[in-house]
Nanobody, 123 residues
Framework: QVQLVESGGGLVQAGGSLRLSCAAS????????TSWFRQAPGKEREFVAA???????TTADSVKGRFTISRDNAKNTVYLQMNSLQFEDTAAYYC?????????????????WGQGTQVTVSS
């Protein structure tokens, strides 16, 4: 069983930056594909970014050029650096992991989820 704990959310003004962290309870975390999803009130959960075991990554078009996903295998942690934040980025952000070499961009492709961290961007 993998436990994921997100941190780093908060309130930020438009144009600002935040870095989210996702810490895992297993030392083999580097073998998991890990992703960030977000869900705004009244909307479906949407894919944001993912990173595989070799460091390859993909990001959603809506955040490309602003958000960067990375991982520190020594710390069993995946990060989401969010720059140039916009009001539309306001959502609960969730970390998810799957024991596969392939990246999935839909939420049903993931086995493990964190509890979420809130990001609020003021306009």
């Amino acid at each position: 069983q993998v436990q994921l704990v997100e941190s780093g959310g908060g309130l930020v003004q438009a144009g600002g930056s935040l870095r989210l962290s996702c810490a895992a309870s297993v030392r083999t975390f580097n073998s998991y594909v890990t992703s960030w999803f977000r869900q705004a009130p009244g909307k479906e959960r949407e894919f944001v970014a993912a990173i595989n075991r070799s460091g390859g990554s993909t990001t959603a078009d809506s955040v490309k050029g602003r958000f960067t996903i990375s991982r520190d295998n020594a710390k069993n942690t995946v990060y989401l650096q969010m720059n140039s934040l916009q009001f539309e980025d306001t959502a609960a952000y969730y970390c998810a992991a799957r024991s596969s070499i392939f990246i999935a961009t839909t939420s049903n492709g993931y086995d493990y989820w964190g509890q979420g961290t809130q990001v609020t961007v003021s306009s």
